[in-house]
Structures are given as C-alpha cells and as structure tokens.
C-alpha cells in the first residue's frame, strides 16, 4: 500500500542545533514529495517539493530536504533551529502527473528549547 | 490574492446536527480538496473536485458527507446527523492544474466538536 512514515513523532532541539525530521514513503515508481509546516491556529504551509532533478531541495526559511531513491527517504534538515521553527512537520507524496492527491504521515512535533 | 479561506473557523454542534462547512479556494483555480484531521494524525483525504466536476471520493466519506462545489467555484462540505467521531478538523486546499505545478495551497481550517 503507498504511505508515508515518520518514525518520529515528538523531537525536541535546543535554539542553534542542527534538525533532521526523517520521512520514508512506500510506493512502487517515483512520487511527488513534498514537506508541509503547520503552527497552532494557521493552516499547512508548503516548506519543499521534490519532483525530480537535483535530489537536494532547497526551501523557504533555511530548509532543505534530500531526495535517496535507495532509502525511500525524504529527510528534512535545517542546520540552525530558531525558536520559531517549532510546529507540526508533515511529509506527503502524490503520484504526480496531473494527480496531486496527497498524502500525509501522521506528523512530527518540533519542539525548540531556548 | 488572499489564499483559500474557509468558514466558520470553529463550530460546536450537538450529535445529530447537520453543520456545514464553505471553502472560498484561490481564485482561478481549477482544482479543489477537502482532508479531514483528527487530532496527532496527518490530515486525510476526502474528496476532490475538478472545476465543478467531484471526481474522486475516499471511503472515509461515508453518506452522510456531501460536498459540491457548484459552478466550479466555492465549495461546501455537509456533514448530516453528526456523531461524535466526526470531531476533526477539516482542510481545504486547492491547487492549479494543467497551467501551475499543480500543488496545493490549504485553508486555516475548520475545526467542528460534536458534543
């Protein structure tokens, strides 16, 4: 069956550290992956896609996510956390072409220490 | 432009109620979803509509879910007689197919407690 794993369900990092939020996808061709952010009260904000091309991506506020084909992995890192990046991480795929049906892991909780 | 809206943000039913939930998506664009998220999971697909065409259903839409999104513009999603697992939150998105990238932008969301 296609779907998205994220092993960790709570991580937490002090102010400055280096972040890695694993995603591992099950799905039989290459899909469309993609990492969402949401904060309490505000609604999913894209971070990231990976449609295919240059297997490292780059993303809006310091993020990047790298594409391994040979782990079915999508990991997510930032390497300086400021206190603000705490939220609610999502990894989701689609199939892609013209079928941009997500979806989702259950989520991973940033929690950011001072 | 100012993103996908939905209404109302939090609504408190009794089991039984009928309730129902709008979505104003980004103008122009031609594709939109309704996901459903319960609390410390990720959000669900439920169904989507292409213009005012719904071409796909989840199984987690049971009947007494409807959405239409009459002229290929705002959308609503009806819940009937709701129960007490309906408790979610329940997501909007849409998305330009055929001229974007085709991803999806969400909605704050609607959150609804059935007592």
């Known amino acids: 069956a296609q779907s998205v794993t994220q092993p960790d369900i709570h991580i937490t990092v002090s102010e400055g550290a280096s972040l890695e939020l694993r995603c591992n996808y099950s799905y039989g061709a290459t899909p469309y992956l993609f990492w969402y952010v949401q904060s309490p009260g505000q609604g999913l904000q894209l971070l990231l896609k990976y449609f295919s091309g240059d297997t490292l991506v780059q993303g809006i506020k310091g993020f990047e996510a790298e594409f391994k084909r040979s782990q079915s992995s999508f990991n997510l890192r930032k390497p300086s956390v400021h206190w603000s990046d705490a939220a609610e991480y999502f990894c989701a795929f689609c199939q892609g072409g013209s079928n941009y049906k997500l979806t989702f892991g259950k989520g991973t909780l940033l929690t950011v220490n001072p | 432009d100012t993103g996908v809206s939905q209404n109302p943000r939090h609504k408190i039913t009794k089991r039984g109620q009928n309730v129902t939930f709008r979505c104003d998506p980004i103008s122009e664009h031609n594709r939109l979803y309704w996901y459903r998220q319960t609390l410390g999971q990720g959000p669900e697909f439920l169904t989507y509509f292409q213009n005012e065409a719904q071409l796909e259903k989840s199984r987690l839409l049971s009947d007494r879910f409807s959405a239409e999104r009459p002229k290929g513009s705002f959308s609503t999603l009806e819940i009937q007689r709701t129960e007490q697992g309906d408790s979610a939150m329940y997501l909007c998105?849409?998305?330009?197919?055929?001229?974007?990238?085709?991803?999806?932008?969400f909605g704050e969301g609607s959150r609804l407690t059935v007592l």
């Open positions: 998105a849409s998305s330009l197919v055929g001229q974007g990238t085709g991803e999806l932008f």
